[in-house]
């Protein structure tokens, strides 16, 4: 009679080992997910405060633009107010669609792309939009990962009780920014 009962403290340290083990791992993918998105927001924030100087140097060029330089402005304050990925995600699209816009009027302008400090930040933001678009794939990842630990066995049997949920993909969602930005001067 021992016997069984060391085998039935066995299973159940070994099943209190296999949870430990489980939810660990499940906390380390979840921390993941949560670095991989605060890269994200670095780099969303280095290019807004790259954005001001470009805008300032197109402003001298473009006075009648007065509606790009308002709406990327309003982008700007509604990034630092955002509470949400999600929220940060929508502002972030319509920043590329107005940043577009921005590059498709200064090609308007040939004194303005000769400058050299006008070369120099759009050569910085092209790097920011690189460093960015490094870190989305670095995220989606994670999440990719998380997410399959979060709903596949064994993880799928402490999910519940321990408060793991999915976490949410970074995309491009509308189709208008996938399309070119057409720039038209009356």
């Given at each position: 009679?021992?016997?069984?009962?060391?085998?039935?403290?066995?299973?159940?340290?070994?099943?209190?080992?296999?949870?430990?083990?489980?939810?660990?791992?499940?906390?380390?993918?979840?921390?993941?997910?949560?670095?991989?998105?605060?890269?994200?927001?670095?780099?969303?924030?280095?290019?807004?405060d790259l954005i001001p100087n470009l805008v300032e140097s197109v402003k001298a060029y473009a006075k009648h633009e007065k509606d790009i330089f308002e709406?990327?402005?309003?982008?700007?304050?509604?990034?630092?107010?955002?509470?949400?990925?999600?929220?940060?995600?929508?502002?972030?699209?319509?920043?590329?669609?107005?940043?577009?816009?921005?590059?498709?009027?200064?090609?308007?302008?040939?004194?303005?792309?000769?400058?050299?400090?006008?070369?120099?930040?759009?050569?910085?933001?092209?790097?920011?939009?690189?460093?960015?678009?490094?870190?989305?794939?670095?995220?989606?990842?994670?999440?990719?990962?998380?997410?399959?630990?979060?709903?596949?066995?064994?993880?799928?049997?402490?999910?519940?009780?321990?408060?793991?949920?999915?976490?949410?993909?970074?995309?491009?969602?509308?189709?208008?920014?996938?399309?070119?930005?057409?720039?038209?001067?009356?």
């Amino acid at each position: 009679m021992e016997n069984w009962h060391v085998a039935l403290i066995a299973v159940i340290v070994l099943l209190i080992v296999c949870v430990i083990l489980v939810y660990n791992s499940l906390v380390r993918k979840r921390n993941t997910v949560e670095s991989a998105w605060s890269n994200i927001d670095v780099q969303l924030q280095r290019r807004y405060d790259l954005i001001p100087n470009l805008v300032e140097s197109v402003k001298a060029y473009a006075k009648h633009e007065k509606d790009i330089f308002e709406r990327i402005a309003a982008l700007r304050t509604s990034f630092q107010n955002a509470t949400s990925p999600k929220e940060i995600e929508t502002i972030d699209q319509e920043m590329n669609v107005a940043v577009k816009r921005l590059f498709a009027i200064a090609e308007n302008y040939p004194d303005l792309k000769a400058s050299q400090n006008f070369l120099m930040l759009q050569e910085s933001l092209a790097g920011t939009e690189n460093r960015i678009a490094y870190s989305r794939n670095n995220y989606n990842h994670a999440v990719m990962s998380y997410n399959t630990a979060i709903q596949t066995f064994p993880g799928i049997l402490i999910v519940k009780p321990f408060g793991f949920v999915a976490k949410e993909f970074f995309e491009v969602e509308d189709s208008e920014m996938r399309d070119a930005v057409q720039v038209k001067f009356d």
